[in-house]
């Protein structure tokens, strides 16, 4: 696996001092609230789970999982929900918890659905930020770390569902994808 990294954007640490600050965001705008984290599976797992342990709050965590049509590196926006939260969340504080926003197509379908469904708040939250490659404007309340226009992997994010499990957020070398 080590053998397909060509290079380390984000290290270990970087990511970590990011979550924290984020962590503190959240607790900070939510003071006196119980915030409904949603994560987005499978990428925003590791995130999440390390995001949740910087908010010093009360918190409820439910997840969705979806698949968006497309090849493995580019999304269409069209998303297919394979498994739906557990609850009803009209009248929550919901936050949704991305790995990465991209084109942004993503993340406005979901902000759509969860919309009609009355949460009291409905807010954003991303480890990582792609500006370049917006296709959509989508308002972003909480952003980890931006990064150049590069298809990432690792802490979570996947390239045929490999390399999530990566302490840091790399590029992989050209010739894994010549090879796919
Ligand atoms: P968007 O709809 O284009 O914003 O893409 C969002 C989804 O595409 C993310 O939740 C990721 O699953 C996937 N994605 C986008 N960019 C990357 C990347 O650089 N590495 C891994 N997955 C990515
Ligand atoms: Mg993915």
Do not use: W
């Amino acid at each position: 696996m080590m053998d397909d990294i060509d290079r380390v954007l984000v290290g270990a640490e970087e990511i970590q001092t990011a979550v924290r600050r984020l962590g503190q965001e959240i607790t900070r705008d939510y003071q006196g609230k119980e915030p409904y984290l949603v994560g987005i599976l499978k990428g925003a797992v590791v995130f999440l789970s390390d995001l949740v342990r910087a908010i010093e709050l009360p918190v409820a965590l439910d997840f969705m999982a979806i698949s968006s049509y497309g090849t493995s590196r580019q999304s269409t926006g069209i998303v297919k929900i394979n498994s739906d939260l557990g609850q009803n969340i009209q009248g929550m504080d919901v936050i949704i918890v991305e790995d990465i926003v991209d084109t942004g197509l993503t993340l406005a379908y979901l902000k759509d659905l969860l919309h009609v469904r009355e949460p009291r708040s409905l807010a954003t939250c991303t480890l990582l930020n792609k500006p370049s490659r917006r296709k959509l404007e989508v308002h972003l309340d909480y952003v980890g770390i931006e990064i150049p226009n590069e298809f990432v992997v690792g802490y979570g994010l996947d390239y045929g569902e490999k390399y999530r499990n990566l302490p840091d957020i790399c590029v992989l070398r050209e010739r894994v994808y010549a090879n796919a």
